[in-house]
Nanobody
Framework: VQLQASGGGLVQAGGSLKLSCVAP????????VGWFRQERGKERDFVAR????????YYASSVKGRFTISRDYPRNVVYLQMTSLKPEDAAVYFC???????????????????WGQGTQVTVSS
């Protein structure tokens, strides 16, 4: 399964970016799609996830109220709208898909089997 993440770039603090995660295969489905981010030399952290039916969105406390995850059904795209960006949001952002049911809530990397290549977000202060 291929996932393609895009939309990263350089933005000033307080600005916005919208990331996209595309599953090119029209038959693709999953139990959940999540976004994670990783700063250089640090672990990959959970950011947000949505169940495949668009319900059950969940956010890390650090982004809640500023980021919005959503799914475009016809296009098989999951977005991460990021607003009020802070320098500490700078990282490589990865999208991931969980094809199997997990009772863990889809907040851990281990619950995801398929990953996109990552897109760099840089926030200048």
């Amino acid at each position: 399964v291929q996932l393609q993440a895009s939309g990263g770039g350089l933005v000033q603090a307080g600005g916005s970016l919208k990331l996209s995660c595309v599953a090119p295969d029209p038959t693709f489905s999953a139990h959940a799609v999540g976004w994670f981010r990783q700063e250089r030399g640090k672990e990959r952290d959970f950011v947000a996830r949505t169940r495949w039916d668009g319900r059950g969105v969940y956010y890390a406390s650090s982004v809640k109220g500023r980021f919005t995850i959503s799914r475009d059904y016809p296009r098989n795209v999951v977005y991460l709208q990021m607003t009020s960006l802070k320098p500490e949001d700078a990282a490589v952002y990865f999208c991931a898909a969980a094809p199997k049911y997990s009772a863990g809530g889809y907040k851990r990397q281990e619950e995801y089997d398929f990953w996109g290549q990552g897109t760099q977000v840089t926030v200048s202060s």
